[in-house]
């Protein structure tokens, strides 16, 4: 599960509030809407309006927002800039976190070349691979290592992310070796369980899964 404790000021007191992975997944949801609409330079936005382009209740809406201590004006909506604002302090965009990907294949190099992970916070630092034709190639300024370089670099550069896209086939042995590279957070984009020691984060990236639900009505 993926959580996170923010503080809110109650009479003089810090009362921890923890997010849930459900909760944090529609914070980012409505990221994306209040980017569209200060693109668009709209100032104001309702709990109704967001409900209705994500299709959930408007009371989960002011509920989740209320959380981020951001109250809205009467018969006008929240301030599109302030919420947006609320919601990356809330989840930690405004504090950078340093990443690796590990397999420069297909989706590893299509995931070095996706520039707007810098706006949630995530620096790709650099990516490695086996393949020594890989090695020393260059995507979206970001440089293909051999992966034996990753130990000394992830201690240089204080990487503790990995970001993992090699073959189902090489999946736990490349996990293992993070590990032991001192990486404690994977989010994992193979089709392949990790087992990993307990201090040791693994976030499943079920990209079939997750096709199988959205159809899973289609005729």
């Known amino acids: 599960m993926l959580n996170r404790e923010i503080n809110h000021n109650k009479i003089g007191a810090m009362v921890k509030v923890q997010l849930t992975d459900k909760v944090i997944k529609r914070l980012t949801l409505y990221h994306c809407i209040l980017f569209d609409y200060i693109e668009q330079n709209i100032e104001f936005i309702s709990s109704p309006q967001i409900a209705k382009l994500l299709n959930i209740d408007d009371s989960q809406v002011r509920k ?3 959380l981020l201590n951001n109250s809205g004006k009467c018969k006008v909506g929240y301030d599109v800039k302030c919420l947006k604002k609320s919601i990356e302090k809330t989840l930690g965009f405004e504090n950078p976190k340093n990443a690796f990907i590990v397999g420069a294949g297909n989706l590893g190099m299509a995931l070095a070349k996706y520039s707007n992970f810098k706006d949630y916070g995530l620096n790709i630092m650099a990516l490695f691979d086996n393949d020594k034709s890989k090695v ?8 293909v290592f051999d992966v034996e370089k990753l130990p000394d670099l992830a201690k240089k550069l204080n990487v503790e992310i990995a ?30 369980v990790l087992k990993v020691a307990e201090d040791v984060v693994v976030w499943n990236e079920n990209l079939i899964g997750n096709f199988l639900h959205f159809t899973s009505n289609y005729n």
């Open 136 to 143: 020393d190639v260059v995507v979206n300024f970001k440089k």
């Open 64 to 66: 989740d927002i209320k």
């Open 163 to 192: 970001i993992l896209t090699v073959p189902r086939a090489y999946a736990q042995e490349t996990a293992d070796f993070l590990i032991k590279s001192n990486i404690k957070y994977i989010w994992n984009f193979t089709p392949s």
